[in-house]
């Protein structure tokens, strides 16, 4: 039991700490990066130009899966989550140190992209890495209780990186935190990427990686190995993904743009609405876990999918209303309905692929869908404002989860592979 315990510890404290680190960028590209990395124009372009750089990470992604997942399928779980840990935490400090569009012109652009590159990179191996320390050290039955807690990283993340800058806001003033302020959150992912090392590095490798070596050499190329033999699951896990980015990405990052900059709500409010939001992401993750465990991850997941596409009908409307309690309300529902969306992906995608391809099929998936659903996101929802209105930005998150439920219908089983 102790040993559970230190699994799931390290598997949640490691993904907080990424996610918190990928968060803070979201944040600061809807608050201050438009105006700080990119030329004088409208707040829109500006806005437009700072998701872009937001959106570059998820092409990193599917990268450092493939090259994380080759190492973490041939070597091992432990070292492979260890090294994308320190490459998403030295470009997060790094960040930090940047001088402004205002001080070197187009080359701050340049770095800012760089360093987000490197983010997304390392995050792209750090996911897949984590379901599997989990899923693959619990006992049967358990696999989707186990997966949650990954998954309960990223609500945590959210919670300290948006906490962050709500604090900021309340004892800085708007001059503090355009010229200074801003920095300190990406200062401060060092001290947690120093605990989530400690963390990790006290682990000992999964017993069915373990297992697996023993039984048969890995493969040469796990990428090569899963396109040729594994495509249909690739696929299928791809597209699984698609809606839990989707609702993410536009009810944080988008919503905290247009909440701001739009509606004129004042910053530290619209946080604090986001902040309370967040707990029902978490609570929808812990249910999704027991039910999964109960019925079966692809289950859920379907479930989660149908759920969304109305809600993706009435987001934008309320969005639109300006009212406080609206706003609050539909911003819970999106984020209750990913927990059903995300939560149980920790046990669906490593069951989809053989043990010494979970990493790399897991991470793949993971990640290129998040290029379809997450990329994206916030640069369609504000084209979709800017040209249709903003009764129609939910629209996106409806689409995703079409997209998703043609995922899961291409799936072949939720039980793991041989």
Not at 76 to 94: D, E, F, I, P
Not at 326 to 349: N, R
Not at 398 to 409: E, F, I, K, R
Request: glycine share 12%; with cysteine.
């Amino acid at each position: 039991m102790r040993a559970h315990k230190r699994v799931l510890g390290a598997s949640l404290i490691g993904t907080a700490v990424e996610f918190y680190d990928f968060y803070i960028y979201a944040t600061a590209a809807s608050l201050v990066f438009g105006s700080l990395f990119f030329p004088k124009t409208s707040e829109s372009a500006q806005l437009m130009a700072s998701y872009a750089t937001f959106a570059l990470a998820f092409f990193a992604r599917p990268m450092g899966a493939a090259v994380f997942g080759h190492y973490g399928d041939r070597i091992g779980r432990k070292a492979t989550l260890v090294s994308s840990l320190m490459l998403m935490g030295g470009s997060t400090l790094l960040i930090a140190f940047l001088p402004t569009y205002q001080s070197i012109g187009w080359v701050a652009p340049l770095l800012l992209c760089i360093l987000r590159f490197g983010q997304g990179f390392g995050l792209g191996g750090e996911w897949g890495g984590a379901a599997l320390l989990a899923v693959e050290n619990a006992p049967p039955g358990w696999r989707a209780r186990f997966g949650m807690f990954p998954q309960l990283g990223a609500p945590v993340g959210f919670l300290a990186a948006n906490g962050m800058f709500l604090i900021l806001g309340a004892v800085l003033s708007e001059a503090q935190f355009m010229a200074w302020g801003w920095r300190l959150p990406f200062l401060a992912s060092a001290i947690l990427v120093i605990l989530g090392l400690w963390v990790r590095l006290t682990l000992t490798e999964t017993r069915e990686f373990a297992a697996a070596q023993k039984a048969a050499p890995p493969p040469a190329l796990p990428i090569a190995t899963l396109l040729r033999d594994h495509l249909r699951s690739a696929i299928a896990g791809t597209f699984a993904v698609v809606a839990c980015f989707a609702i993410f990405y536009i009810a944080t990052a988008f919503a905290l743009g247009y909440g701001t900059k739009t509606l004129n709500i004042p910053r530290e409010t619209f946080l604090g609405l986001q902040l309370g939001a967040i707990l029902f992401m978490a609570l929808g993750i812990i249910l999704s876990g027991y039910w999964a465990d109960r019925r079966s991850p692809g289950f859920v997941l379907v479930a989660g999918c149908i759920g969304t596409i109305p809600m993706g009908l009435i987001f934008g409307t309320a969005m639109g209303s300006g009212s406080l309690i609206a706003i609050f309300l539909i911003l819970s529902l999106a984020l209750f309905l990913m927990g059903f969306v995300y939560g149980p992906l920790g046990a669906f995608l490593p069951a989809l692929f053989p043990t010494q391809l979970r990493y790399t099929g897991a991470s793949f998936g993971f990640n290129l869908g998040g290029i379809i659903g997450g990329a994206m996101a916030p640069i369609v929802a504000q084209y979709l404002v800017d040209t249709r209105g903003i009764a129609t930005v939910g629209l996106y998150m409806s689409a995703a989860a079409g997209l998703s439920l043609l995922g899961l219908a291409g799936r072949r089983k939720d039980t793991v592979a041989a």
